[in-house]
């Protein structure tokens, strides 16, 4: 009988190799780089004594030039099947040798008759082979050098959302993580962002760095296999020393919740020219009143439609039919559930390329459609901004941020500051080189190098004035978001309201001062960058990242960072202000951080040669009123 190549077989292999095998098979069919190896057929087992194997495997291995070690695995008929997975039920093995090949072999094909897969498959009435039990092929394969190892499901398994991966990884092989003995560090991989859930003890700043740049790549080949497969896939992967991605198992993901099946008229509605009894209570939503604010004032924004679903008998739009003009071209959209503003408590948002709009929103529908039978969205019009900024008004003058890239600068890159009046006319100018920005790709953020300072024409410092003045006539204490695109044309992104009093209604005398005060205490330096730019990162996209408290929560610091980033808010939610303070090496006067420390009265400055200067533990004392960082005995400083 035939002992087929893995890479030879498919889905209707399955009755001859069983489940995991023709899987395996089918990842190869699409350019997957699958670990070579042989499948020993159940019908090819029968009979078959470990010294008929003995005598078989070695000449089997060296034909298909198989190197050890080897993963041996078991391959039933009903395994990883659209209803039952047999997840963890056969037996497996890593690390065998050409010797120990065939008594691994016999372990794997007669765990069929273990008293757990007996209970499993009577609980999912699964019925054994007429002839006994279920019937197991064996999988012969080359063992990867696995440098950490993870499980991707192609789709949430709570909430059954088909655009939200959720992704386990631990380092090593992994035996671990699937057999539950370690816990592994979680992430959400949406359209609109990754979001880290659970990050164990064990994971260090270096590891999850390493894991989340290979989400790009980890989400891509999710959606290969399932939209090869046809349904939401529960991937095992591997990935090696050069991050290397490698596939070892995929089966469709059992038990997943079902999305609305339901029909929904679904009604557009152009932002732009529309008035407040078209858009009813929606018109009181912040990214509207954002357009009809700018369009009375001639300030450009992006178009944006209101979507209104309702269910009904026989609808008269779905996403099947034509989209409104501009809708269905823009290079792209973010689709975002306005009404009810949340979904299972957490904000449903996808970014939609032109190429899978309809599909885009067509799962949003299905998705919201499974517990809502009306709803709302906002689809708004996303440009490319080679320049973002952020600008507010203190008093007289307008203090405006700006640097490269997509991501509206919030304490995440260093950016060039501007004190202009009113009107517009620049009286301040504080320039920094950024090297580095973030452009936006399928919904995530990407590190770019960019080692060139961020500037603005007078003429655009005025445009963006302009705006701030407009905002101020609608809100309290209003920040303007905008963007600038390569031929210099600047767009609104946002009007924000920061609820933070200025200090004294005036605009910062010095921007290296962020926030008032004096502190004395011992030095902690938060030196990684990227991951404290990524927490961030995924608190703009609306992620509820939790930050660790720090202990100890009575002991004076000053923490040293590079910028202040969102995720450092994490020092002073258990902690007294008054025994904080912060040192940066670039300053964000805008940034959301900055807007906290002035509230809560935590002295932060920005000096750049303290940043270089202190090191971890150093006592030191922290004085914006003559912008100084001493160094101090330590007595002192923990007072």
Not at 44 to 70: C, H, K, S, W, Y
Not at 118 to 128: E, R, S
Not at 423 to 441: K, L
Not at 522 to 550: K, M, N, P, W, Y
């Amino acid at each position: 009988m035939e002992v087929p190549d893995l890479r030879s077989l498919r889905t209707a292999d399955t009755p001859r190799v069983g489940g995991k095998a023709a899987g395996l098979g089918e990842l190869t069919a699409i350019g997957l780089p699958v670990p070579p190896g042989l499948v020993l057929p159940a019908r090819f087992l029968t009979g078959m004594d470990e010294r008929a194997l003995a005598d078989l495997l070695p000449g089997l291995v060296r034909e298909r030039a198989l190197r050890p070690p080897f993963a041996v695995r078991s391959s039933a008929l009903f395994e990883d099947g659209e209803q039952a997975s047999f997840a963890g039920q056969f037996h497996s093995e890593l690390d065998v040798d050409e010797a120990g090949l065939a008594s691994a072999v016999v372990r794997c094909a007669s765990s069929a008759s273990a008293d757990n897969v007996t209970h499993y498959a009577d609980a999912l009435g699964v019925a054994p082979s007429a002839s006994g039990p279920h019937p197991v092929s064996v999988i012969v394969q080359e063992q990867v050098a696995a440098d950490l190892s993870g499980v991707l499901f192609t789709a949430d398994p709570l909430t059954g959302d088909r655009d939200t991966y959720v992704l386990e990884v631990v380092p090593g092989p992994g035996s671990a993580l699937v057999g539950g003995t370690t816990e592994p560090l979680a992430l959400r991989l949406g359209s609109d962002g990754v979001v880290v859930t659970t990050r164990p003890d064990w994971c260090d700043d270096d590891f999850e760095a390493r894991v989340l740049g290979l989400c790009l790549r980890l989400r891509d080949v999710g959606r290969s296999v399932t939209e090869h497969r046809g349904s939401p896939q529960d991937i095992e992967f591997c990935t090696t020393a050069d991050d290397t991605v490698v596939p070892v198992q995929a089966r469709p993901i059992t038990s997943l919740p079902a999305l609305s099946t339901r029909s929904f008229d679904l009604t557009f509605t152009p932002v732009c020219h529309a008035t407040s009894d078209d858009l009813g209570a929606l018109s009181r939503l912040d990214k509207v009143r954002l357009r009809l604010v700018a369009e009375s004032c001639g300030l450009r924004v992006g178009r944006a439609w209101i979507i209104r679903a309702e269910v009904c008998d026989s609808p008269r739009q779905d996403e099947n039919t034509a989209l409104p003009p501009g809708l269905a071209d823009a290079r792209q959209i973010s689709f975002v559930l306005q009404d009810p503003a949340r979904l299972g408590g957490a904000i449903v948002r996808r970014f939609s390329a032109a190429d899978s709009r309809r599909r885009d929103l067509g799962g949003m529908v299905r998705l919201v459609g499974t517990t809502h039978d009306r709803f709302a969205l906002i689809a708004t019009e996303i440009h490319d901004a080679e320049l973002s900024g952020v600008a507010r008004r203190f008093g007289d003058h307008v203090v405006t941020e700006v640097g490269f890239g997509a991501f509206v600068p919030k304490g995440v890159v260093a950016t060039s500051q501007y004190v202009c009046t009113a009107d517009g006319d620049i009286e301040q100018v504080e320039s920094v080189r950024q090297e580095r920005a973030f452009v936006i790709e399928q919904g995530m953020p990407r590190a770019v190098t960019i080692g060139r300072t961020p500037t603005l024409t007078p003429e655009q410092c005025q445009l963006v004035c302009r705006a701030v003045e407009v905002a101020n006539q609608h809100y309290t204490h209003p920040s303007v978001e905008f963007g600038v695109e390569r031929d210099g044309s600047l767009f609104l992104i946002d009007f924000v309201e920061d609820g933070a009093e200025d200090a004294g209604g005036t605009r910062p005398d010095d921007l290296g001062v962020i926030s008032p005060g004096r502190v004395a205490g011992r030095v902690i330096r938060v030196d990684d960058d990227q991951s404290l730019e990524r927490e961030s990162l995924d608190a703009h996209f609306h992620t509820d990242r939790a930050g660790a408290a720090v202990a100890g929560a009575d002991d004076p610091v000053i923490v040293v960072a590079a910028l202040p980033y969102l995720s450092l808010e994490s020092f002073i939610r258990e902690r007294n202000a008054k025994s904080l303070g912060f040192v940066f090496r670039n300053c964000s006067y805008l940034s959301h951080l900055s807007i906290v420390l002035r509230e809560l009265g935590v002295p932060a400055l920005v000096d750049r040669q303290a940043y270089d200067r202190l090191r971890a533990d150093d006592h030191a004392l922290l004085d914006t009123a003559d912008r100084s960082v001493a160094p101090v005995p330590a007595a002192e400083g923990t007072q």
